[in-house]
Nanobody
């Protein structure tokens, strides 16, 4: 699968952005879609994950209650609605697919170039 993330930009603290992740195709290797982020000097982290069929969602503690992950099967697109943004949310955001939906980054594939989110204070 090839994935393309978009929708990043510059926003003030407290603002909102919606990221999109378009998939070229979906197979049984892509049962789950995850959103990740990597801030400068930090490791990449999983922030949200969704199962394509069942819609079961996972959120990291750092974004729970502020971010919402969703998917549109017909469009093969996953979304990440980000509300109440904080400066510490500043990072490059990536989407990737997983067959098993683990929380381990190494289990994900289809990484694209990512989209940059900058939250100013």
């Amino acid at each position: 699968v090839q994935l393309q993330a978009s929708g990043g930009g510059l926003v003030q603290a407290g603002g909102s952005l919606r990221l999109s992740c378009a998939a070229s195709e979906l197979t049984t290797d892509d049962n789950f879609m995850g959103w990740f982020r990597q801030a400068p000097g930090k490791e990449r982290e999983l922030v949200a994950r969704i199962a394509w069929r069942a819609g079961v969602k996972y959120y990291s503690e750092s974004v729970k209650g502020r971010f919402t992950i969703s998917r549109d099967g017909a469009q093969k697109t996953t979304y990440l609605q980000m509300n109440s943004l904080k400066p510490e949310d500043t990072a490059v955001y990536y989407c990737a697919a997983s067959a098993c939906g683990s929380l381990v980054i190494a289990d994900y594939h289809g990484w694209g170039q990512g989209t940059e989110v900058t939250v100013s204070s």
